[in-house]
């Protein structure tokens, strides 16, 4: 998980990319990275995730996010046997738990690493 978390802290994401775009700035973190990735996971029937890189699910999220909705999907995919961590990345912060389901949670925000607040 730590492998994946750092390689993801190189992102410098252009401002107005589309979440697709980000998908693929992801990968390619992950690329540089030497981590392999499957983008598009189906972990369970209407339970797909953006990227998995081992146990490691990533879920990408652009704009403003949807607590509510997103910890309902992120508790989703902890529910996974195979999953055994996440990282969310966004463009603005949210709050997260440590964990879900004894698994840990860590966030990617992307404004943060730029170092600028926007």
Do not use: F, S
Request: glycine share 8%; proline share 4%; with cysteine.
């Amino acid at each position: 998980m730590n492998e994946v978390y750092q390689a993801l802290q190189t992102l410098r994401a252009p401002i107005q990319q589309g979440e697709y775009d980000l998908h693929r700035l992801v990968m390619d973190a992950l690329d540089a990275g030497g981590i392999p990735w499957e983008h598009e996971v189906k972990l369970a029937p209407r339970c797909r995730i953006d990227l998995m890189c081992g146990g490691v699910g990533i879920e990408v999220k652009r704009g403003k996010v949807d607590r509510a909705r997103l910890l309902t999907q992120l508790r989703k995919y902890a529910d996974c046997e195979q999953v055994q961590g996440l990282i969310l990345v966004t463009e603005k912060t949210v709050a997260l738990p440590y964990t879900i389901y004894g698994k840990p949670v860590r966030l990617v925000c992307l404004n943060r690493l730029w170092g600028i607040a926007l």
